[in-house]
C-alpha cells in the first residue's frame, strides 16, 4: 500500500523531495533501472536510505513518485483559435508523449508503484485539466462544446488504451480521427 500522498511540501522536505527525484532521474539515465537501488539513490540525493524508505516505502513507490511528476505538463495547451484545432494538437502533442519510450516507462512506474490507484488518479486528474483549458477556451468563441468527460471518454481513454495496450500503428491520424469523431467529422 502507498505510503502518502506525496504534495509538493514546503522547507526541508520540499528539499528532500526535489533532491531524491533528481537522484533518480540522474541514475536512471547513468546506470539504468536494473542497477537502481534505494541506497545509490540516497546516497545521490545526499539523505539517508532510512529517508527514502520511511517517505516512500520501497523503491517502486519512489519510481512512481517521480513517474506521477513527470507526466504532469509543464504548460497550458495552445491556443490555436478554435475547439478543432486545439483539441487536435493537444491529442497529438499527449499521444507522442504517452507513447514515446520514456512515457510509456513512466506510465508503467506510476502504475506499478500504486497500488491503491492514487497515482493513476493524479494522471488522469492532469490530463482532464489540459482538457478543461481547451475546452473552457472553446466554450467563450463556440457553442456546442462538449464536457470534460465526454472529451476524457472519447479521446484520452482510447488514446490511452491503445498506448498501453495495442500500440502498434498507433500514429498522430488516430489522435485525429478520435477528435473528429468527437467533433462531428465535417466541422459542426
Given amino acids: 500500500m ?28 547513468e546506470v539504468g533501472r536494473d ?6 539513490v540516497a546516497q545521490r540525493a545526499g539523505v539517508t536510505p532510512s529517508t527514502v524508505y520511511r517517505r516512500w516505502g520501497d523503491l517502486q513507490e519512489l519510481l512512481s513518485d517521480v513517474a506521477v511528476e513527470r507526466l504532469r505538463p509543464d504548460t497550458e495547451p495552445e491556443d490555436y483559435g478554435d475547439l478543432r484545432s486545439d483539441l487536435t494538437a493537444w491529442a ?3 499521444l507522442d508523449e504517452m507513447a514515446s519510450p520514456s512515457g510509456r516507462a513512466y506510465i508503467r512506474d506510476a502504475l506499478l508503484g500504486d497500488p491503491d490507484g ?50 502498434a500503428g498507433l500514429d498522430a ?9 468527437l467533433l462531428g467529422a465535417d466541422g459542426e
Avoid at 491520424?173 to 469523431?181: E, F, I, T
Fill in 118 to 167: 492514487g497515482n493513476a488518479g493524479r494522471c488522469s486528474a492532469y490530463a482532464a485539466e489540459q482538457v478543461e483549458v481547451v475546452l473552457a477556451r472553446a466554450g467563450a468563441r463556440e457553442k456546442g462544446v462538449p464536457d470534460v468527460e465526454t472529451t476524457m471518454d472519447r479521446v484520452v481513454a482510447p488514446l490511452m488504451y491503445r498506448v498501453l495496450f495495442r500500440p
Fill in 35 to 40: 542497477a537502481l537501488t534505494v541506497p545509490l
Fill in 92 to 94: 497529438e502533442q499527449f
Fill in 2 to 29: 502507498s505510503r502518502k500522498q506525496m504534495v509538493r511540501p514546503g522547507g526541508r522536505s520540499a528539499r528532500v523531495q526535489e533532491s531524491v527525484h533528481t537522484a533518480v532521474r540522474e541514475l536512471l539515465a
Fill in 173 to 181: 491520424g488516430y489522435a485525429r480521427g478520435l477528435v473528429a469523431d
